[in-house]
């Protein structure tokens, strides 16, 4: 069964930082980009960023100086590290594959 499984969310306080995981199973990871979006409250979805298989990565603009996208392939596993997080961060954050395969969501919750 092709399947992500995302983890790590939660509460925290502004200018904390959180590491989300995503645990992939069912195709080959290694040879598949992955990309993370999120989807704030009452808004639409939202691009992160994607890594590709041989780790290259492209980011949006407004969040690369405090999120980085990471993968490592013998766990099957992309993460997204995120520092100094910001009340606007607060979404459901997704991750998914370049065949479209998506992640139950994680979410992430920034108050104080």
């Known amino acids: 069964e092709v399947q992500l499984v995302e983890s790590g969310g939660g509460l925290v306080q502004p200018g904390g930082s959180l590491r989300l995981s995503c645990a992939a199973s069912?195709?080959?990871?290694?040879?598949?980009?992955m990309t993370w979006v999120r989807q704030a409250p009452g808004k639409g979805l939202e691009w992160v960023g994607t890594i590709y298989n041989d780790g290259y990565t492209r980011q949006a603009d407004s969040m690369k100086d405090r999120f980085t996208i990471s993968r490592v392939n013998f766990e099957n596993t992309v993460y997204l590290q995120m520092n100094n997080l910001k009340r606007e961060d607060t979404a459901v954050y997704y991750c998914?594959?370049?065949?479209?395969?998506w992640g139950q969501g994680a979410q992430v919750t920034v108050s104080s």
């Open positions: 069912g195709f080959t990871f290694s040879k598949t980009a």
């Open positions: 998914k594959s370049s065949d479209d395969v």
